[in-house]
């Protein structure tokens, strides 16, 4: 896992895994016939209506997370100085609900969703729900180009 700085492992090339201050998770190195695992870490965010996650803690695996309702995300210390660049979290929940809004540092992002966010449908017979956003910058590093989510029922 990624889940300290700078590892460096061996095998013909150097790699380098970095999670630095600034919350960027990087992998650094040559990458011609790279062949590697990588196990995440799940973070439980707890139970509630809003989840607050500094996004430095996203580089660190998937957040697990029980809403009791639909329920804004906020990422705080966000950033994105780099243009052309994208940032996915995936979230877990063992709920029949999802984030519907998702706010950057203090800055409320429209999701795009399939069909849009207000129609996202959850099936009644599901145990568990797996969201994923990825936030995608273009040529202004401080404004996000999209914020694309998808939803999925497990059961």
């Known amino acids: 896992s990624l889940l300290s700085s700078y590892n460096t492992w061996t095998n013909g090339n150097v790699f380098s895994a970095n999670i630095n201050t600034n919350g960027y998770c990087m992998m650094q190195g040559g990458w011609n016939d790279l062949a590697f695992k990588m196990t995440e870490g799940i ?3 707890g139970t509630g209506t809003n989840l607050s996650i500094n996004f430095v803690d996203v580089c660190r695996g998937v957040i697990y997370y029980t809403p009791t309702a639909n329920f804004t995300l906020t990422l705080t210390n966000y950033y994105s100085l780099d243009t052309w660049r994208s940032n996915t ?4 929940y063992p709920a029949k609900f999802y984030a ?5 540092g203090t800055t409320t992002t429209t999701m795009r969703a399939l069909g849009g966010v207000s129609n996202i449908s959850i099936d009644t017979n599901s145990t568990h ?3 994923t956003i990825t936030i995608i910058h273009g040529a202004s590093g401080t404004t996000p180009l999209v914020a694309l989510t998808s939803v999925s029922s497990f059961f």
């Open 100 to 104: 519907n809004t998702l706010v950057l």
């Open 129 to 131: 729900v797996l969201q």
């Open 89 to 92: 979290i995936t979230l877990i």
């Open 43 to 45: 973070q439980n965010a």
